[in-house]
């Protein structure tokens, strides 16, 4: 008995404490503090274990010294477009305006590269468009990208130098720390988009070739992710798509999905669309709304007359706003439990 009651107590001290550093953390990296602006895609995504994730750098890093960084174990690219892989940087932290932040060029390396290069980080892509960034971070630190090494499946975190994951959709890469007993699984899904590279990024034998007809080529086929978080929560970042009927039977039947990054491009979904894909198709607990391609908040309010706003009355989920620089921090079943 005296056991059993002992057993009991620690239960009671247990269950009181906190679930210190039990969450997941989430950072978008926009153009303006506290804003959800035009050219905002970046996210910096944390595990409780240190795992860092950063997905689709875009336009809104000064550079791979930008010190809203920190460590990054791994760059998550979903397609080649410019404004995801990172054609330009930004000119300074709110810099222009929401509409249109100020920009320059970040050619011919591309910011997805320069980032890879400078904190030895996996590219974690399809493998064509892994190899592209990969030729593009030899050609800053001058020594190959190979294949990140792998034990049982698993590739242990920081790695010593830039490699890449060689996944194909469907494929998974396992990132984990020295010290955890469980890694952060990154599954490539499909996306309908389309995955040409900017002409700015390729070499100029290239660029002579294809810009007379004012074409590209493509990278292999644009992709989404879900990502498996060692605390249960289960992401699925949507990348650039369109509607699509795998939405519900990989992204939520297989997956079980229960926070979703909807990237709410005017190009890829109406607004129908993308409450019948949140609504009907995957069903997360909460969904974060980027890419949205308009100033969507002032003073960090979300804009009445936006497109935002119309899409988010329309959710059933709990809704966020990728404010920059503003952490949320996610519990395993997909409820924002700090900074939303």
Do not use: W
Not at 139 to 165: E, L, M, N
């Amino acid at each position: 008995m005296k056991l059993v009651h002992a057993c009991a107590a620690l239960a009671l001290v247990v269950a009181a404490a906190p679930a210190v550093g039990q969450n997941v953390k989430i950072t978008p990296i926009g153009s303006h503090p506290g804003e959800l602006c035009a050219n905002d895609r970046a996210l910096i995504l944390e595990d409780p274990t240190g795992v860092r994730l950063l997905y689709d750098v875009g336009h809104t890093l000064t550079g791979a010294d930008d010190p809203r960084l920190g460590t990054i174990h791994a760059v998550l690219v979903s397609h080649a477009h410019g404004d995801h892989i990172g054609d330009q940087k930004l000119k300074a932290v709110g810099a222009g305006a929401c509409t249109d932040a100020e920009r320059v060029s970040a050619a011919p390396n591309s910011m997805s590269a320069e980032v890879a290069a400078a904190k030895n980080a996996a590219i974690v892509t399809n493998a064509e468009m892994g190899a592209f960034i990969g030729r593009k971070v030899q050609g800053i630190g001058g020594k190959p990208v190979g294949q990140c090494p792998q034990t049982a499946g698993i590739t242990a975190v920081p790695v010593a130098t830039a490699c890449r994951s060689t996944t194909h959709i469907g494929g998974a890469f396992v990132a984990r720390t020295a010290d955890a007993a469980q890694g952060v699984e990154i599954t490539l899904v499909y996306a309908a988009h389309a995955n040409y590279v900017s002409l700015s990024l390729l070499s100029e034998a290239q660029r002579s070739i294809l810009a007379p007809d004012d074409t590209s080529i493509t990278l292999g086929p644009p992709i989404g992710y879900v990502v498996r978080f060692t605390n249960g929560l289960v992401v699925y970042l949507s990348g650039d798509t369109g509607i699509h009927s795998e939405m519900k039977t990989v992204v939520a039947d297989y997956h079980r999905v229960n926070l979703a990054v909807l990237n709410f491009g005017a190009t890829a979904l109406t607004t129908a669309a993308a409450v019948h894909a949140m609504n009907d198709l995957v069903r997360p607990a909460t969904v974060i709304l980027s890419h949205v391609n308009e100033a969507a908040t002032e003073g960090g309010k979300l804009r009445a007359n936006s497109r935002t706003a119309a899409l988010a009355k329309q959710l059933k989920a709990t809704t966020h706003l990728a404010l920059s620089g503003r952490t949320m921090e996610f519990d395993g079943k997909g409820k924002c439990v700090a900074g939303c």
